[in-house]
Each structure stands twice: as C-alpha cells, then as structure tokens.
C-alpha cells in the first residue's frame, strides 16, 4: 500500500478558509472590564505599574462610563480604594462606601450596564488581609459576617453580580442566605472558587493599595502547585450555590481553567490578572512584542482552554482591536 500522509494545510490556505475552520471567537461580551474607584475629586492617576489603568473619582467616573459603553463593553467589576481604612474593613460594607456610591451611579445612569462587585475586604482593611485578624492569624468564621454585610449593601446599592474573593471557607454558603434574606434571591454569585495564592497580583495590590502588612495570603488562597485541590474548591462553591466560578490568575493555570470547564457546567471566568497585564504593556513599551497580536492571542487561548468570560484590563483595548476588524 502507499504510504499515506495528511494533508492539514488545505484548510489553511486562505484566510476565509481559516475563517471557515475557526473554532473559537473573542466577543466583547465576554469581557468584563475592572474599574478602580478612590475618593475624592478631580483624579484619573495612572496606576504606575499597569500603564492605561487608572484611579478615578466619582466625578471622572460619567466620561469613562461613556467610553466603556461606546467600545460595546457591557460589564464592569467595581474595586474600590478607601480613604481611609481600619481593623475591621469598615469601608467595604458602609452603605457610602466607595463601591456602593459608583455601583449607584453607574445603575443610575447606565441601568443596561451589568455592574459585578468585588466582595473582599484587603482594600479597606488597615493589615491589607482578606478578613478579620487576631494576632498573626486571619479568621474565617467571624470574617463571614463582614463579607456578607459587604454583599448585601453592595446588591442594596444595585449591584448586578456578586464576586467574594476572599477565599474564607463557606463564603458561598454564607453570602447566599444572606442575599436571601435580605431579599435579593435573584443576584447571583460569582465566586472566586479557584483562587491562586500568586506573585501576579503584586501590580494590583499597587493599585488597590491592599498589600498585606505582615505575613502574605497562602493560608487562605491556594497552593500553585496544586491541582486536586482546585476540583475541593469549586465543588464546594457548586454546592454552596455558586452561580459563576472564576479561575484566577488564567494564563499559568490554562490547565486548570480546562479542568474546571470539563468538570462543571456553570460559566467559567478566568481572571486574567495585573502581572499579566504589566508584563504585557512594558514589553510593548520597550518596542520587543506587537501588543495587540499578543494580546488577542492570549485571550483567545483563554477561551480555547475553555473560559466563557473573561475579567481583563485590556477589555477596552480588545473591543477596539475587535472593531478594527
Ligand atoms: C482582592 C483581590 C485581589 C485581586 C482581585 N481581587 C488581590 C489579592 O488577592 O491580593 C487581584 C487582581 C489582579 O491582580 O488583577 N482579594
């Protein structure tokens, strides 16, 4: 018989050939674009670490808004950056807070637009932990009520998602009857299932200012050698009554948001963090990559790995690159 062999360039010949074969897309639905609130008046900063993120005040707030819906962006996460902050978090959960105030404006003004609520405590706490401290230790059950406080005057204000983040065993479980009753049943859950205990971070907690003042996170978030431990994570979260699992950070833990997208049927979102972002923009910077062809594929192999949506700074960025076409 004669020796056969494959001929896997025909459908690649042309690019409507590869049009036609194409099996995964970027929409702009998909993204969801990360805002960072301070307080105060008149400030767009520049955060120094994460070239084109910035600090906005609520009254910088309406032009960004503007722009974020003209690019055909259709959701944001909301993380605020206190003035001031104090043992217990206080900031997260005051009903003037800073994520409340925005989440209102935004409803206010943008009632289409789906606002997703960081529910996470490190930003206003003064020790920069997740959750409540004693001694050297951060605690989970009395750090609970506090989430849920922070929930329920976030869905008050009109969040349409809630995200915890703070990775306290039961957050789900806790968060849910507390949205029930305080009568939101239908605000569902995002949770930060899979959360990495990851150097990537480090740009964010420049912006969020919520760098912890001793110790670090690794008895809260995960092990990044760990996998297994990923599958207890979510399925508790499923369990729990999740209604969204978020994979995070995404681009060293593809395998994982494959995994999680093979186990489970909830929608998958990988958090596509700040070290990731920066690394980007300062080899672009510096002339060594062509920006946007990285960027585009790394969000596409985000979702070839299996993510549905996707939380990234480069969201503004994408849905210009997507209109291009
Ligand atoms: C809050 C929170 C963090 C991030 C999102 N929510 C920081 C952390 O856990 O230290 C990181 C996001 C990013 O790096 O882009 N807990």
């Not at 993204?31 to 301070?38: E, H, K």
């Not at 008046?41 to 005040?57: A, D, Q, T, W, Y």
């Not at 494959?258 to 596509?272: C, G, H, K, Q, S």
């Not at 594929?297 to 070839?304: A, G, N, P, V």
Request: with cysteine; aromatic share 10%; glycine share 6%.
């Amino acid at each position: 018989m004669e020796l056969q062999f494959k001929r896997h360039r025909r459908l690649r010949q042309s690019a409507n050939m590869r049009a036609l074969v194409r099996e995964t897309y970027l929409h702009k639905e998909d993204f969801i674009y990360p805002l960072f609130i301070v307080e105060g008046e008149n400030i767009k900063n520049e955060v120094p670490s994460m070239p084109g993120v910035f600090h906005l005040s609520m009254d910088r707030l309406k032009a960004e808004m503007d722009e974020i819906v003209s690019l055909g962006l259709k959701s944001v996460i909301l993380f605020g950056v206190p003035a001031d902050k104090d043992a217990e978090g206080t900031g997260a959960y005051h009903n003037h807070g800073i994520v409340q105030q925005a989440t209102r404006f935004i409803k206010g003004h943008y009632p289409e637009m789906i606002v997703v609520a960081d529910t996470c405590l490190c930003e206003y706490t003064d020790h920069g932990h997740c959750g409540v401290v004693e001694g050297s230790k951060v605690l989970n059950d009395p750090s609970l009520n506090l989430l849920v406080q922070t929930a329920v005057s976030q869905a008050e204000a009109g969040a349409d998602i809630i995200a915890p983040s703070n990775m306290m065993d039961g957050f789900v479980t806790a968060i849910r009857h507390g949205l029930d009753e305080a009568g939101f049943t239908d605000v569902p859950i995002m949770s930060y299932a899979v959360k990495y205990s990851s150097s990537f971070y480090g740009p964010f907690r420049d912006a969020a200012e919520s760098t912890p003042q001793f110790g670090d996170r690794k008895t809260y978030q995960m092990d990044p050698a760990n996998r297994l431990e990923a599958f207890r994570e979510a399925e508790s979260d499923v369990e729990e009554g999740a209604d969204f699992l978020i994979v995070k950070p995404a681009l060293s833990y593809l395998d994982i948001v494959r995994d999680m997208r093979n186990e489970f049927t909830l929608p998958i979102v990988a958090y596509n963090v700040s070290g990731e972002y920066s690394m980007v923009k300062a080899a672009a910077q510096n002339g060594w990559i062509d920006e946007k062809a990285i960027v585009m594929e790394k969000l596409i192999s985000m979702k070839r790995a299996g993510a549905d949506l996707i939380i990234t700074y480069f969201a503004k960025d994408a849905a210009r690159w997507l209109s291009e076409k």
